[in-house]
């Protein structure tokens, strides 16, 4: 399930990029630091290469020659294909639909917000990615929790706090847990995506936020 604030905390493998976004980045290692420009190049082709042919395809060999980085860099920064795919996805996901900011509104103001736009991400490009990545990392290692490592826990952490703010300063009147509060929003946006049981607009979303949250604003 994927998903989507509050202060990010660091995690390994994650750098906060400038504005707020984050950005993957495999596990530190000695030598010489990266390139900001060569890692941005590679994550964004193999985001690109996902996105036109399908993560199958996406080779290492397929990302080296479309970034002009060598396989021997690419080797290097990432543990496996599906590590740089999911970080190529949370690189493309940091621009596309980044955290809200605290101060940016009420902390149920900020979850509407960013309900409405992940359920927009949904119906296009972004979601078929997504989708597609997180397919890949089951059939590759039985299950999704290299994604939930490398790209949701980071996110949902964020907005788990954003609820928890909310309950502590009395605008979510919601009374369960932050956890699962989070999980029953993008967990229904999800399963109603996953199945086309519906349209998901960021109407929907916004409603559904409200529903679940229960906020006074």
């Known amino acids: ?50 996105a036109a042919t399908g993560p199958t395809v996406t080779t290492i060999d397929a990302v080296a020659r479309h970034s002009n980085v060598s396989k021997m860099t690419i080797y290097k920064w990432w543990p496996s294909r599906e590590a740089l795919l999911i970080d190529a996805f949370l690189h493309h996901a940091a621009q596309m639909l980044p955290l809200p900011p605290v101060g940016a509104g009420s902390p149920a103001a900020r979850a509407r917000r960013h309900a409405a736009a992940y359920a927009e991400a949904l119906q296009g490009e ?58 029953a929003i993008y967990g229904s946006l999800f399963y109603r995506y996953v199945f086309g049981i519906a349209p998901i607009t960021p109407s929907y979303a916004r409603t559904l936020v409200d529903l679940v949250l229960r906020p006074k604003d």
């Open 126 to 183: 972004f979601g078929k990615v997504q989708l597609a990545v997180i397919s890949e990392c089951i059939s590759r290692t039985g299950s999704a929790e290299l994604f939930y490592a490398r790209y949701l826990q980071l996110r949902r952490d964020a907005l788990v706090e954003t609820i928890a703010a909310g309950q502590r300063d009395g605008s979510i009147l919601a009374e369960g847990q932050p956890e699962d509060l989070y999980d």
């Open 1 to 50: 399930m994927p998903g989507e604030g509050g202060v990010c905390a660091r995690r390994p493998g994650v750098v906060t990029a400038k504005g707020g976004g984050e950005e993957a980045d495999s596990a530190p290692r000695r030598g010489r630091p990266r390139s900001i420009e060569t890692t941005n190049a590679i994550l964004e082709s193999a985001y690109a290469l996902m």
